[in-house]
Structures are given as C-alpha cells and as structure tokens.
C-alpha cells in the first residue's frame, strides 16, 4: 500500500536512515509506523526536521514509542513524551472515535472519501511558540508555527470532537520552513489495504512535499464607514518557489457579492511578499466577507478567509444592555446567569486587535451563541505601547478591529467584557503605574481613548485591569514594595492619617525611632519583613499589617482615578476588576474596593480543595459575584506526561461551574480557543476546543450547564442570606503568618458547608460593622484583630447574635490587649507547645492534635481558673469562647462536631433549625441551598472517590429527593416553591423526587413544563 501511495519514494532501513537524512537531499521524511519511530536515527531525525525538513507520519501517537534493534528484532521502548516535547508537542491525547463521522476538512483532501471510520484519533497538545514578544508576564509568544485540521471526526449532531489528520507549518525558529502532516489515528480493520487509504497517503504525501507555506490576511481596517473605502493587508512567504502564483478572491456580504484577482505577477518562495488589496467601497452596513485562494502550477497552495464590517451604528447601539441587578446580571429587565468564555482568536490568540479577522469572529461567535454562551470576556494582556505610542495618540486600526468585534458580539447577542491592563496597569513610561500622577494621567489617556469611542454601545463592560499586583513589576502576584519615591511619599502621608501619633506606629510596629525612622520619613517594610522566619535578626515584621493595608488602599485610590475617567468618558456602563485567588490571600481585595465597582469577580485557578470558600471569600453583598476566569492548571507527573486526563479535567471543570452559578452570578471558562502561541505549557494546556479545533470533554459541561441556567434565569433574584457569617480576620491574613488565616477560614467553611451542610457567608474584618443579621458569628483564630472589628462584633452579639470565639484574640499588630478581661473571659495569650491537647465543647470534649510547624507559631488562650471554654452574655446575645484554635488542629473531625453542639444550641434558643434541609451523604459530598423568592436551587458536589446517592428533604415544601453523584462530579436541581415542584436540573445519573423517578439517563439538562420533561442531550 505504501509504494502505492507514496510516490517516488526510496524506503530506507533503520540503518540507512540516519546516514540518508545527514545527506541533505531529502524533500519529505515519512514514518509510517504509528506511534514508533527508531531511536538510533533519533539525532538525524531532529537535525533534519531543525533545518526545515518536511514530515509524514502515519498512524498513533507521533514519536511516543521509541524503538530499539536488539539482535534480530525491534523492541518497542516505553511510551514517552520526551521526544514530543523536543518537537513542542507536548501531550498527544487519545479519544475514541469508532462511532464519529469522518470529513475533511482542506480542499486538498476533497477526493478522499467519507465512508471509512478509525477507532481513535491522537490530539496534539501543541506549543507553537519558544519566545515571547515581551519580557513581561501575558506576553504573546511568537508565532512559530500554525497547525491545521485535515480531516474531522464529527458526532452526529455535528460537533468535530477529533481531528486525526492535521498539518503543522513552521514559520520561524528551530523548524521553520518545515511541513508536518501527521495522521495521528488507528484506523478499522482494512482501512490500510483500501483504495480510500492510498489517495489519503498519495493527497497528504503532496501537501507535505510543499513546504511550510504562510498566508496571512488581515483587513487593513476591520470596520469601516459606509461609503469608506476597503482593503486587505496580504503576507506570503514560502521555503520554496513558486514563480508566476495567482491570488483571486471572492467578496460577499449584503447588497454585494464580486469576484476579482490581483492582476501582478506574484513569484511565492523565500522572499516575502508584502500586497495591499483594494476592495469596492460599499454604503450598506453589515459584514463583508472575503475568500481568497493562492493557485500556482502546481494547484492551489493557500487559502484564507478574512473580512471587515461596514459600520453598522443600528447594531452596535441596540445591543442588549447587560447589568448589575442586585445578586445577578439583569438584560431585558430579567436575570442573567452568565454562561461564558474568554475569547480573542483562535489563530492569533491575543494578537486579536492587531491581526484581526471578522469572518473568523463571525464563525466563533456563532458557534458560541449555540453553545449557549452569552457572555464574553477579551481585552489587552499586553503591547500597550503598540496601542497607544505616546499620550494620547491611540491607533485608529485597533480601534476599529475592537469595533469589529463588538459587532459580532452584538449580532449573536453576546455580551463582552473588555480587559484594560493585566497584572500592572502599563505605566507608558518609567514611574510607579499606581502612585506617580504622570503615569496614571496616561493611563487615563488610554482607558478614555477606548471609553469615548464605546461609550454607547450597551453590551459592552469594563474590566479595569486582570490580576493586579503592587508595587514591584518584577514581584507580580505579591504585594511588594518598589522603593520610589512616589510610593515613599505616599506610605507616608497615609501612615500620618491612620495613626494618631508618631508614638502609636513605633509601639505598633515595635521599633526604636532609629529603626523606624523620623515622622514623616517612616522606612518602607524590607523584603525580609514580608515573609514568615523563625528569628528575625533585626527585622521587624508587625510592619507588615500595615503595609498591606496601604496596599489596599493605593489599589483602590487607583480604581477610583479610573472609574471617575470612564464616568466622565459618558460611560455607564459596568466597571469591574478581573482579580483571582490573590483577592483572599493578600492581593488587592474587593473587599477594600468592591464598593466602587458594579461587580465583584474571583478566578478559581488553584485552590481546588476551597472553590466554595474562594467565591464566599471575593462576595461583596448585594452585587454580583462572577467567577469571571476559570479553568483546570496544567501539572504534570515526573514523567512530564500530564497528571489529569481530559475526562479528568471536565470533572473538575464541571464542579467549578456549577459552584460558580450556585453561589456566584455565573462563570466565564478561560478560554475558547486553546492559546497555543504562548510560551508557556500551562497555557497551552487550557481551553474549551483544542489546538486542532475540536471539543474537549469541558464543551459538555457548557453546553449543558446553559439550558439549566436559561431556566434558572426566570426564577433567580434576591435570595435568603445565610445566617451562619464566618470572619476572615485580615489582620492575620496580612502579617506573616497569612497561611494561618486561610487555614482556619477554608476549615470553617468546610466545616459548615460540607460536614454540617449549613450554608454560610464570609467576611472580612474591615466589614464587620455591616452585620446586622447573623445568628452566628464563627470568628476562627483571631489572633490578630483591629479593635474596630471587635466592636462591631460586640454589637452583633448585643443585637442577639451568638460569636464563637477559637482561639486568643490579640490586637491589630499582635499585642495583647484587655478586651477578654473586660467581658469576664480574662486570660493570657500563650504558646502551643503540646502535640495533643482537649478542648471542651458545650456537652462533650474533642481531641485535638497540633504538628509540624503549628507547635511553633501557634497559640492558644489561657483562661485564668483553667478550663478550655467559657460562655458569657452579653445584651441579647451571647459569647462562646475555646481556648485552642479548632481550624488549625489536624483532626477535622473535632472541627463540625464542637461547631454541631453550638448550632444546636443557637436552633434551640431561635426555635428552628439553621439549616433548611436534611440530608444524607457520603463524607466529602458539599450540597448548597440558595433559595429565592419563587423557587429553591440545590447544588450538589463530589469530592469524593466513589459515587453514591444523595438524599436530602426540603423542609419548606417537604420534597423528598433522591439524586445520583458520580465521583467528582456535580449536579444541579431546581424546585418550585413552596411546594418543591421540579423546575430543572442539571445532572448525569438518576433522579427523584418524591420517590417518582424523573430522570435514569446519561449527561443531561431536563425542565419540567406542566409535568412534561424537555431534554438536552449530546449524541
């Protein structure tokens, strides 16, 4: 079949390889041994492919197996990614595919017949790129290479899930100049001897022969004014001749549709040819499409589609308005709960404004709006210098390439959220981009240039900025001093409005004056004082408290500065900032500057064991919470091969999606299209569709997870606050002992949540004084705590609220303080020293272990008299204080049970239970209520090994339900209230409600309409 297929081909044997690719002669390398190839000739077969060389490979997973001669036979070596990754491949995935249709997808393979199947295929995961355009952290890499699909596997309602043919061209760096066509599949039995087999060999063997080939098109503005005139910006460039090339092109769109050619000579090969297109102008708004070939002798050599929009201000003006409504977005009036993704362009990824495609953008918008997405999350993570080159001269073409997109955003109804700056806002010069007046007047004159131009177009809002840091551009993800003098300045004036006196900062930080330094010239905290040691040698670290807050505070002045500018743009529409996990562990925080903003957002990235506490922790009450970044990190096991799988993967997803809707406003996926020209192997993991175009199992969980939230949509309002507040006390969090404040906290949560199955909320110290209305008040290890906190929670107590204290309270910088003694729970703060120790509850006793480094930094409250737990009252509420920290003891077990005997106690005295259903699970199973004015929504989430079924009472309406949870996955159920009639549910097992089975199937979103079910299905 091979001497058939491949014509004008010498076949060589492992031992004449290596000498054959070493002699320079060699057009095209095929290796038509699947998964194997020969490890002798592994150096030549690199240096080939390093200086250009073409490649066919045929069947499996590309250079996985090595193969060695041992005597008279091969043996094949371990499966290994080690020479895929050489190659920038790093993970060829394996997806059956025995019940998928095949289709190709290049003209070039338009006479290979359909009828044939393959068992699996391999998808590439690809880094197309070894350098970064920018030393900067976002930075787009290089594009080294491009690779497309040439024959889909499709399902049968047309979804490609794998594509087992691609081609791989190299523009730049180690393999430039080289094609590789790889058809990565295990084909059915008799496929190879077929006739269909030979004219896919004979048609890919001919693509690859050609050689990388470059052909780029860009419109030379992506919109353009009725009337205005139209062009396209054309690149080609191949590593071989093609003398006397074609370039013709079709142009359709409303009221026009031509045909037409470029009438120079076009000689493709080494030297690049740089051709601008006109096209007729046209006076009809709409999109204009255009379809282009490069012919030569030889046949066709290229393809592209591009295109551009003739302003259409109808379109871009009446686009729906997206809003902030309380605890939702609202468009027409009605929630929203958000279905979304990150998107720019599957093929320049974030060079999207640069290089921009409307045809491209039409195609992925559409597809999205099927999917069920109606919200979009782009913007700039980098190049702001290309944008704006110097104070107030913005690039028109950027400009209207955004505009673009808005107008296919707004034609499939999809709102969009444009990200400003990622991690620092750009200085555009040399100062401190938060505190140096000049800089932040440019930033100014950037953020405006945007504003002013889409001020009016009501689907659009603002992210000011993705992940931000302080102050060090060279410490991102940290808050760290950058030691100007602005900054300097600055700590100073708002060190002289905190404190009193100058005497109050040296007894807060404990320092001499010398070690200080003098009023109004206060030192700013050393490196060293920002993180935990066990001596500190001169170092001060209570200095640390306080330099966070400034933080905070510099943070949220610079959010100030940039919303005024957008307000004063003519803008209203919504304003956010982009912030993930570093929000709750001591980066800026919405809770410092969530009131300036008409969202708040978290980004569930690492903390997979805390995603509930993560969104409680970023909840800013009565404002939306969007969980506006996530998606599944990339590790990898020693081997290098990837630690989850993709089914895996999709679990995981799948329970921050529905976490995100049950306790938050929505999601947003990172990211459409996986980012495959980043420098970066996390990147290049992540994604809904791979670098080959096809869904991963994640596109399962979007498509489903959105007919749920489309009903949902018509229930969902205010719901009931939880009653069970737990306190992150931020003077912990922002010292050097921070990883003791998110022990204790996510313990708490967890507790609650999933041991007791009681909702709860979260909240920060600085906010202590807006609680009005818990019944509990869970304070978890406040060995740090401003005294405006402490009041605050004072007055809750007197109010009727019941605080349980864990632990020594100490004030903001650590010292002791008389606020015990003074409520009768006198004491002193001392040292835990002892592994095992007993904490006294209201009827019982738990035993409590402390290891490792706790017995060193850990503390505990000796009440004068002995004992381990006090109770006081005070007006109607009462104090229940343990002396040990419960949440930093390694036997969780005591945690639920001591928080059980109080929760009893408070259901006792109010007279019902805290929590409004019962419920019967297996241990690491988290059911979440949130109950709304006209219907209840349950969330159920595994955590656990092995499925089980979950059965829960509500005790509104009395439903009883029975749900099936597979290991590490979710489901949702809706129930109308008050009689808890099923509304929806979202789920992948069985379902009962009432003991009448609704649902015994596989992946679904059901809805029940007057008792008739409407199905959501893949297939």
Not at 571 to 600: C, Y
Request: charged fraction near 20%; include cysteine; proline fraction near 5%.
């Amino acid at each position: 079949m091979l001497e058939a297929a491949l014509a004008h081909s010498e076949f060589a044997g492992e031992d004449q390889l290596g000498a054959a690719l070493s002699a320079g002669n060699v057009a095209l390398l095929v290796l038509p041994y699947g998964s194997a190839f020969p490890l002798a000739a592994w150096p030549q077969i690199l240096s080939y492919l390093e200086r250009g060389g073409n490649l066919l490979t045929i069947g499996g997973a590309p250079f996985s197996v090595p193969v060695q001669r041992q005597r008279q036979s091969f043996v094949p070596g371990r499966p290994t990614v080690a020479y895929q990754k050489a190659l920038l491949i790093n993970q060829a995935w394996p997806i059956p595919a025995q019940d998928l249709l095949l289709r190709t997808a290049h003209p070039s393979l338009s006479s290979v017949g359909g009828g044939w199947r393959v068992r699996r295929a391999w998808s590439l995961m690809a880094r197309l790129s070894d350098e970064d355009y920018y030393a900067r952290t976002g930075s787009q890499g290089v594009a080294c290479a491009q690779i497309e699909p040439l024959v889909e596997a499709v399902s049968a309602d047309g979804r490609t899930l794998a594509v087992p043919v691609v081609m791989l061209d190299h523009y730049h760096n180690r393999f430039a100049g080289g094609r590789w066509v790889m058809l990565n599949f295990e084909a059915e039995d008799g496929f190879n001897a077929s006739e269909e087999a030979i004219q896919l060999l004979s048609s890919c063997q001919r693509l690859a022969l050609r050689g990388a080939i470059q052909f780029d098109v860009r419109p030379a503005f992506a919109t353009v004014a009725p009337g205005e005139a139209a062009g396209l910006v054309i690149h080609c460039r191949a590593w071989q001749e093609f003398p006397g090339a074609m370039l013709t092109y079709r142009l359709e769109g409303p009221g026009i549709e031509s045909a037409g050619q470029y009438n120079h000579p076009l000689d493709i090969g080494h030297t690049p040819q740089h051709i601008h297109l006109a096209l007729p102008a046209s006076s009809e708004p709409g999109l204009r499409t255009v379809h282009l070939r490069l012919r030569s002798d030889s046949g066709l050599l290229a393809e592209a589609e591009s295109g551009f929009w003739v302003r259409d201000e109808a379109l871009l003006r009446g686009s729906e308005s997206l809003r902030a409504s309380g605890e939702w977005f609202a468009r027409q009036g009605q929630p929203l709960p958000i279905v979304g993704t990150t998107y720019m362009a599957g093929r320049v990824h974030r060079q999207f404004l640069w290089q921009p495609n409307p045809a491209i953008w039409e195609r992925d918008f559409a597809a999205m709006q099927a999917a069920g997405i109606n919200f979009v999350r782009t913007g700039v993570w980098t190049g702001y210098e290309q944008i704006m080159l110097e104070p107030g001269i913005v690039r028109e073409d950027i400009l209207r390439a955004l505009e673009a997109f808005l107008h296919s955003a707004a034609r499939h109804s999809i709102a969009v959220q444009f990200c400003l700056f990622a991690f620092q806002p750009d200085a555009f010069g040399k100062g401190n981009p938060y505190l140096d007046p000049e800089m932040r007047a440019r930033q100014e004159e950037y953020v405006s240039a945007f504003v002013r131009r889409f001020k009016d177009v009501p689907c659009l809002s603002w992210d000011l900025i993705n992940e931000p840091s302080q102050f060090d551009p060279q410490a991102l993800f940290r808050q760290r001093p950058n030691y100007d003098i602005h900054e300097f300045r600055a700590w100073n004036t708002w060190l002289r409005e905190r404190y009193g006196s100058y005497e109050q900062i040296l007894a807060a930080w404990n320092m001499t004056p010398e070690q200080a330094g003098a009023p109004g010239q206060l030192r700013l905290p050393r490196l060293s004082e920002l993180s935990y040691r066990q001596r500190w040698q001169g170092d001060k670290p209570l200095i640390a408290n306080d330099w966070h807050l400034f933080c905070q505070w510099a943070f949220a002045d610079w959010v100030a500065q940039m919303v005024r500018t957008i307000r004063a743009g003519g803008s209203e529409q919504m304003i956010t900032v982009g912030q993930d996990e570093g929000a709750v562990d001591g980066r800026p925080s919405p809770w410092f500057h969530g009131q300036l903003l008409d969202h708040s957002c978290i980004h569930t990235w690492w903390l997979n064991d805390a995603l509930l506490w993560d969104e409680l922790c970023a909840a800013i009450p009565g404002k939306p919470l969007l969980v506006q970044e996530t998606g599944i990190m990339q590790y990898e096991q020693l081997d290098e091969c990837s630690r989850r799988d993709e089914e895996n993967r999709a679990r995981l997803l799948e329970r921050k999606f529905v976490l995100a809707l049950a306790a938050g406003a929505g999601y947003v996926q990172w990211l459409w299209n996986t980012n495959t020209h980043m420098n970066d192997d996390n990147e290049v993991a992540i994604g809904a569709l791979r670098a080959d175009g096809s869904e991963k199992p994640e596109m399962r969980c979007t498509r489903l997870t959105a007919p749920f939230a489309q009903v949902l949509a018509r229930y969902a309002g205010p719901s009931r606050a939880a009653r069970i507040v737990v306190v992150q006390t931020q003077s912990v969090l922002y010292s050097v002992l921070q990883p003791l404040s998110l022990q204790a906290t996510q313990a708490a949560v967890r507790a609650l949540a999933y041991d007791l199955s009681i909702p709860c909320r979260v909240v920060g110290e600085n906010a202590i004084a807006a609680e009005h209305d818990a019944d509990l008040i869970v304070l978890p290890y406040p060995r740090a705590l401003s005294e405006a906190a402490w009041q605050g929670l004072l007055d809750a107590v007197r109010r009727g609220g019941t605080l349980l204290i864990s632990g020594p309270v100490g004030d903001g910088h650590f010292h002791a303080s008389s606020w015990l003694g003074k409520l009768g729970l006198a004491g002193s703060i001392a040292p835990i020293t002892a592994r095992s120790a007993w904490q006294d509850g209201l009827a019982s006793r738990f035993a409590l272990t402390y290891s490792g480094e706790a017995l060193n930094v850990v503390d505990r409250w000796a009440f004068e008299g002995g004992g381990t737990l006090r109770q006081v009252q005070l007006g109607s509420g009462r104090i229940v204080m343990c002396s040990y920290p419960l949440e930093l003891n390694d036997n969780h077990d005591a945690i639920p049970a001591l928080y059980r005997e109080v929760i009893e106690w408070e259901s006792k005295r109010l007279g019902h239970p805290l929590s409004e259903f019962a419920a019967v699970k297996q241990p690491g199973v988290l059911i979440w209520q949130r109950r709304f004015e006209r219907a209840t929504l349950y969330a159920f989430v595994s955590e656990a090994a092995a499925a089980g079924e979950v059965q829960l009472t509500d005790r509104e309406s009395g439903a009883r339900v029975s749900v099936w949870l597979d290991s590490e996955r979710a489901s949702m159920l809706l129930l109308g209230r008050p009689d808890g009639t099923p509304l929806a549910a979202y789920l992948h097992g069985r379902l009962a409600v009432n003991d009448v089975e609704l649902w015994a199937g596989s992946d679904a979103a059901v809805s029940w309409v007057n008792g008739q079910a409407q199905v959501t299905q893949l297939h």
